[in-house]
């Protein structure tokens, strides 16, 4: 199910990254721990009175030599498209500016809620700043403190009041996957492919598509699927569709919906550092993952070439170690008929689970074949380990002290449990756990 989502729009320097991280939760970073995975700074996931949502900060989104007003614009129309609630900062310091109030025109005829918040509101002498924030006639302006978390419980509050109760219905048995990929890597053409019949336009031009198109369709075994891309007719004189932050973006609100993620590259162009970027989103969300390489009918082949490319994708993507990878393509059809059986394969890792004991008893091997860390005179005990959760498969390890299991350690348990069951196209988790 996709989270309701928060936008957060405003001219720069009111503070919209100060206020993005608040309500992250976290001081979002631009690398993560694990090799490969980059996090980009535009996007979050963020929490308030018990409702998950989805945190955008459009200042992120960069728009190249655009003229600073035009900057502005297109960020508030990002945020108009993709928002289910936008926050609008304003900064008390300044007073109303003239970009503040294009934005509030603009985002005053979206019909979309609107909260107006005020920032740099930093002690209760300011308070009487605020009023003036009237003029721009989005209702009752909210005075914030970004540097110091003031006021925001109050913004959340009323955010959450406009999130829609409607839940995405989690139909029973259907698989749901979604294709990623930089633009031009042929998603839409796969996607006709797979269907066998021209749902989706298809273009040569980067970033034509738009707009997330669901389709349900059956495999010959019977099995549903319904495919979410981010799919439709660009909307025109759009200057922000090839930004490579805008369709990571977009990425990340199909990845939410999926049970299985198809990581499509491009045979002819090979792997680029975007690339990485969105099957990290994947990858930390635990969905199934397949890597796709599309347009393999265009390659020069040589005797190794599909081993070589094979073991550059391994190399390249080192955390995805577990992720099949097969070779396609869009227009002679080739290996398009595996596509189904593996996508059902990859979901039913997902959803695997492995019995207590079963579990416990490939535990206790693997210490035996290599025995638990120490550290200071101190050896890491494991008592016993538990399934607790599917999509992906998440494993509880009691121990007497969390920080003895080192992630070297953690890693070596996960690689024994896939030994076992394979767990083929999905991440899976091991948590330490202290033993009360």
Not at 170 to 193: H, Q, Y
Not at 205 to 218: L, Q, Y
Not at 401 to 420: D, W
Request: proline fraction near 4%.
């Amino acid at each position: 199910m996709a989270n309701p989502t928060l936008a957060i729009v405003g001219r720069p320097n009111v503070g919209k990254s100060t206020i993005f991280n608040r309500i992250a939760g976290e001081r979002i970073s631009i690398v993560e721990d694990t090799p490969g995975v980059t996090r980009d700074r535009i996007y979050a996931n963020g929490e308030w009175l018990g409702r998950d949502f989805s945190i955008i900060d459009t200042g992120g989104i960069d728009l190249g030599d655009e003229p600073f007003m035009d900057q502005i614009k297109h960020q508030a129309e990002i945020a108009i498209d993709e928002a289910d609630v936008i926050i609008f900062v304003t900064s008390a310091k300044e007073g109303v500016t003239d970009a503040d109030e294009m934005v509030a025109r603009i985002l005053y005829r979206s019909n979309k809620p609107v909260i107006l918040a005020v920032n740099k509101v930093d002690n209760p002498e300011m308070r009487a700043e605020i009023y003036e924030f009237y003029s721009l006639g989005l209702g009752e302006p909210y005075p914030i403190s970004g540097s110091h978390g003031l006021g925001l419980g109050d913004v959340l509050d009323e955010a959450v009041k406009h999130f829609s109760d409607e839940m995405e219905e989690d139909d029973e048995g259907v698989i749901k996957f979604s294709l990623i990929g930089r633009p031009n890597v042929g998603k839409s053409s796969l996607i006709n492919a797979i269907l066998g019949e021209d749902r989706v336009i298809v273009s040569d031009i980067e970033g034509t598509t738009r707009d997330a198109i669901d389709t349900h369709f059956a495999s010959e075994d019977g099995q549903e699927f319904l495919m979410i891309d981010t799919a439709g007719m660009r909307k025109r004189g759009k200057v922000y569709e090839s930004t490579e932050k805008y369709s990571v973006m977009r990425a990340m609100r199909a990845i939410e919906r999926s049970d299985v993620v198809l990581m499509v590259l491009n045979g002819q162009e090979g792997i680029r550092e975007q690339d990485k970027r969105v099957a990290g989103y994947a990858h930390e969300a635990g969905k199934g993952i397949i890597i796709v390489v599309n347009k393999w009918d265009l390659v020069e082949k040589e005797t190794n070439t599909m081993r070589d490319f094979e073991a550059e994708i391994r190399d390249e993507f080192q955390y995805l170690d577990y992720a099949p990878i097969i070779f396609v393509s869009a227009v002679t059809k080739q290996r398009l008929n595996k596509l189904p059986e593996l996508i059902e394969e990859v979901s039913m890792n997902q959803n695997l689970r492995v019995p207590s004991a079963v579990l416990n008893d490939i535990i206790m091997d693997a210490v035996a074949i290599n025995p638990t860390p120490t550290d200071k005179g101190k050896r890491l005990k494991i008592f016993y380990a538990t399934q607790v959760a599917v999509k992906p498969p998440t494993f509880i390890i009691f121990v007497n002290e969390e920080e003895l299991m080192h992630f070297s350690y953690a890693r070596f348990l996960e690689n024994q449990i896939r030994k076992a069951f394979t767990f083929e196209g999905t991440p899976i988790r091991v948590i330490p756990r202290r033993r009360k």
